[in-house]
């Protein structure tokens, strides 16, 4: 009667949900929203992009800035021989040189500075992304963990209770040696498995807490797994439905390569003149005390270089850009269809979950009363929880793939921001 009644107690406890460390009672869980922000608080990528972004804003400063002017002074016919030792026959001018930006060098300039913007836009966006897919996985894995040790020690538990009626069987002979030997076997394993288990979560914990900046000690929302499954798919049941990836941050990127490319064609155009400057001076005749009027221009000869190597050359890189974005789109769609098909596998397993645990959980307690009584042998047993604990296991893992697969998913179809949103 007492084995029956702790049958009983540890078929309802694998039934039902696992439950998390005791601590859960007292300490508030760590939810997945809290630990975003925690992350992204402690991010040395976000800061990273920041920086980036202010620097690209800077530059753009830069880019609009016109050429300071140039101020010379020039002295002749100083310190020689014969009438010109001395000074007494000197020429001084003193002049003023702007340089003239034409062909559109100033709006090319900066037109390759707004794109450079868009790109520091765009790349922290993806960071941000990036880092919420990241927590977002290893989130779910500490989860996952904590619940897989929960079921090694149930697993164990359940073990020394078969070690415990198996030899009590044993020792009254009906049973014979042998099922004693089996059941301490068994109860090793759990053991060892228990202790594997507890080194996962730990090493998941640390995982998690790297991201976050801190080390992570208290429990773990269950709101994640719980509802694993619960939403419906993002493309329909099957995998191969071509989704709106116009907008995406990956396509973005791309865009902005494409129009990086545009931008580094017109600045080349617009620099096979950038040194065409005008000049404007005063010369002083040290001799007469006379002072004339000096202009002057200076004109770049396209001699050796014309320009059109770096045009040609910046064309090429456009070609490139554009051939990237038709690759972008072709390996953003493939990766949201095995994200997909990934995710209906996992679904698959999970709305079967509460009929595979009610009936492998009946056939296990039915196992251990029957042998307890001595209607089924130790194989029976043994194999009825084995499949309960396989059970247990695949739908931990069911839950653990369908989240990661959603959280690539909705990595992939993350749309671009037209503002610094990250």
Same mark, same amino acid.
């Given at each position: ?245 116009? %907008? +995406?941050? !990956?396509? $973005?990127? *791309? ?5 990086? &490319? /545009? @931008?580094?064609? =017109? ?39 014309? %320009? +059109?190597? !770096?045009? $040609?050359? *910046? ?5 490139? &850009? /554009? @051939?990237?974005? =038709? ?44 042998? $307890? ?50």
């Amino acid at each position: 009667m007492r084995f029956l009644m702790a049958a009983l107690g540890v078929a309802m406890l694998v039934a039902g949900p696992i439950a998390g460390p005791l601590q859960a009672e007292t300490e508030p869980a760590l939810t997945l929203e809290r630990a975003l922000a925690e992350s992204s608080a402690a991010s040395p990528a976000l800061d990273a992009a920041a920086s980036g972004r202010r620097e690209a804003a800077t530059g753009r400063i830069v880019a609009g800035l016109r050429p300071n002017p140039i101020a010379s002074v020039d002295s002749e016919n100083i310190v020689g021989s014969g009438d010109y030792r001395g000074i007494r026959q000197a020429e001084t001018m003193v002049s003023l040189a702007v340089p003239l930006e034409i062909g559109g060098q100033r709006s090319a300039r900066l037109a390759a500075a707004d794109v450079a913007l868009q790109r520091a836009d765009l790349a922290g966006s993806a960071t941000s992304a990036d880092l919420r897919l990241a927590l977002t996985q290893a989130f779910v894995a500490a989860l996952s963990a904590q619940d897989l040790l929960a079921i090694a020690q149930d697993q164990l538990a359940v073990t020394a209770e078969n070690l415990r009626v198996a030899t009590r069987r044993s020792e009254l002979g009906v049973a014979p040696p042998i099922d004693a030997e089996r059941a301490r076997l068994q109860h090793l394993n759990a053991q060892a498995e228990r202790d594997q288990a507890q080194t996962a979560e730990m090493a998941a914990r640390v995982q998690l807490g790297r991201l976050m900046g801190r080390p992570v000690t208290e429990p773990l929302d269950r709101r994640p797994l719980d509802h694993a499954g619960a939403s419906g798919p993002l493309l329909g049941e099957q995998p191969g439905a071509t989704a709106d990836i116009a %907008g +995406n941050l !990956a396509v $973005a990127q *791309a865009d902005a390569d494409i129009a990086d &490319a /545009e @931008a580094q064609i =017109r600045l080349a155009r617009s620099q096979r003149w950038q040194d065409v400057s005008v000049m404007a001076g005063a010369r002083q005749f040290q001799a007469s005390n006379d002072v004339a009027l000096v202009v002057g221009i200076s004109l770049p000869l396209p001699l050796f270089n014309n %320009g +059109n190597a !770096a045009i $040609a050359r *910046a064309g090429h890189a456009r070609d490139q &850009a /554009e @051939a990237r974005r =038709r690759q972008t789109m072709l390996d953003t769609q493939q990766a949201i269809d095995t994200a997909l098909a990934d995710r209906n596998r996992a679904a698959a397993t999970l709305r079967l979950s509460e009929p595979l645990m009610r009936t492998a959980a009946e056939a296990a307690r039915i196992a251990r009363i029957g042998y $307890a009584e001595g209607k089924f042998d130790q194989l029976a047993l043994l194999d009825a929880e084995t499949t309960l604990l396989q059970t247990r296991r695949s739908i931990v893992e069911a839950r653990s793939q369908y989240l990661a697969a959603d959280a690539r998913i909705t990595r992939l179809l993350t749309p671009a921001l037209s503002e610094n949103g990250y």
